[in-house]
């Protein structure tokens, strides 16, 4: 295993626990992006941003609202401390005591089956790359003389940003800028298209308003022409959108996606393919080595468009199921939820709109309004709605739900899809009241409740008509 973070953890765990011999291999931080950079800390932002947020938001609790006062010294040990507390589950005591050898060192193919590392040589049936991604950054001038921020380092500052401008708008940029903004900054979102691009308009738009209620300033649809330094200050200079050609800031956070680590490997030397999308695998996720695989953020070709824990998570079982017990395997990415950690929360499984109707040539569309559901009500978290697409059938095709807790509201659709059941067999399903998760019951029902346009209501209204 070179590689320990989400992907490598999970396939030496689970190796090793067969009573498979594992070799893992880290070059840096055990846990990876996930606990180190990424996930984890980004999570413990949003929950202090969370609570920063409510004692702004009680009047209508009857309770008085304040301005809340944020320690920037406890806040950074806040965050640092919920990865303290998850470490141990990714440490080398861990993973020794499973029976695993762990190496702190640099891992490079020396020819199709060697691997050296730290002063070891070793030789493996199997080899899996996992060595995940690093910020990619665009080409935009200056930006290589001025200091700037990327989620290796935005989590860990001794000062919160006073004026935060965030290049990018996808999950990573509109997260941080709206847990900046709740914390007390100001914050400025640039991107060259919408937010949330990978996301269906629709839905995308939900949590665009949300941010800008927030205060968090969207520009949107700009080029950026140039970045500078004026003393502490950032400048950027940009073109297009509405709004001046230069905005100044204290920092700059780059979030404009993600690069997999290919280099310093040594691919060349073992006949591992890769391009800029990553390490190329088939859909059994092996590479153009027949003994090695590639899982999460490296892996590219036919490993599937998304970067998640869960996403290594998974391609890590697929390879177990394959290098272990031989057994035919495939990635099928369209049963893979994405959740963007906002409030309200953005959470999709399967196929937009739009791609449903590139591939389908009749799609039902369901939806639900969070503010029909009770528990939002007394909750006055009554923002977003649920957006599921379906064939004429019932077959799911795709969700969407803009919604508090969407991330756990996605699931019974992700087992949907995964099982092939139909939105009536979520119709059917008896949900607790008063829960969020009736909004899938409802927007489901919708599917079978009769409408207008229904043959049978129709004879029946007609059949009334005619008595009276
Ligand atoms: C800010 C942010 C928030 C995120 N939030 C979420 C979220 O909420 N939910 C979610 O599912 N995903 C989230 N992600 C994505 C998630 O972090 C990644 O998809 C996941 O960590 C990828 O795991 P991985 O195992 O592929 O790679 P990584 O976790 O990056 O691990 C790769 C490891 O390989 C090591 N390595 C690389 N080259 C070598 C070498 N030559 N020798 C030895 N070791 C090497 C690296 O040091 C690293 O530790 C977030 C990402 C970011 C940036």
């Known amino acids: 295993m070179i590689g320990a973070g989400s992907g490598g953890l999970s396939v030496a765990a689970i190796a090793a626990s067969f009573g498979v011999p594992v070799v893992l291999i880290e070059k840096h931080r055990m846990g990876g992006e996930c606990l180190n950079v990424g996930c984890v800390p980004s999570k413990a932002l949003i929950a202090a941003a969370t609570r920063a947020h409510a004692i702004r938001a009680g009047d209508p609790f009857g309770i008085e609202r304040g301005e809340p006062k944020v320690d920037d010294g406890r806040l950074r040990d806040h965050i640092r401390e919920v990865i303290v507390a998850i470490a141990p589950n990714d440490s080398v005591e861990r993973f ?22 730290g002063g070891a040589t070793i030789e493996a049936r199997r080899f899996v790359l996992a060595t995940g991604s690093r910020p990619a950054l665009p080409p935009i001038p200056g930006l290589d003389r001025i200091p700037y ?96 050609d230069c905005i100044e800031g204290s920092h700059l956070l780059v979030a404009t996606g993600r690069t997999p680590t290919t280099e310093g490997l040594g691919l060349e030397a073992a006949g591992i393919a890769y391009d800029k999308t990553g390490i190329k695998v088939g859909r059994s996720l092996r590479t153009t080595n027949r003994r090695v695989y590639a899982v999460g953020d490296c892996a590219g070709g036919k490993a599937g468009p998304y970067k998640f824990t869960h996403a290594a998570n998974y391609h890590a079982g697929l390879v177990i199921r394959a290098a272990l017990f031989r057994l035919p395997v495939r990635v099928d990415p369209g049963a893979i939820p994405r959740v963007v950690f ?49 064939t004429s059938r019932g077959k799911i095709l795709g969700c969407a739900i803009a919604a508090p807790h969407a ?48 043959p049978w209501v129709r004879r029946i209204i007609g059949a009334v008509r005619r008595l009276g």
Request: hydrophobic content about 45%; charged content about 30%.
């Open 96 to 117: 020794t005591a499973l029976g695993v050898q762990v190496i702190r060192a640099e891992a490079r193919f020396t020819d199709d089956k060697t691997v050296v590392a």
């Open 149 to 244: 921020l990327t989620n290796d380092t935005v989590f860990d500052l001794a000062r919160r940003p006073e004026r935060l401008l965030v290049i990018g708008g996808g999950p990573v940029g509109v997260e941080i800028a709206q847990a900046h903004r709740r914390l007390g900054a100001e914050v400025v979102v640039l991107d060259a298209a919408r937010l949330l691009p990978r996301e269906d308009a629709e839905m995308a738009a939900v949590i665009e308003r949300a941010l800008l209620r927030d205060g968090v300033q969207l520009r949107t649809g700009v080029v950026i022409e140039r970045v500078e330094a004026a003393g502490e200050r950032v400048i950027v200079s940009l073109k297009g959108g509405e709004g001046p």
């Open 342 to 390: 906002t409030d309200p929360e953005l959470a999709a499984v399967g196929l937009s709109e739009e791609e449903a109707r590139a591939k389908h040539r009749h799609i039902r569309i369901l939806r639900w309004p969070v503010a029909e559901n009770d528990r939002a009500q007394a909750e006055r978290a009554t923002d977003g709605h649920l957006k599921a697409l379906v």
């Open 407 to 454: 991330g756990e509201l996605i699931v019974p659709w992700s087992l949907a899809i995964s099982k092939g059941l139909k939105v009536q067999d979520l119709a059917g399903l008896v949900f607790p009241y008063p829960t969020f998760s009736e909004v899938t019951k409802r927007a489901a029902v919708e599917f079978i409740r009769p409408g207008a346009q229904n």
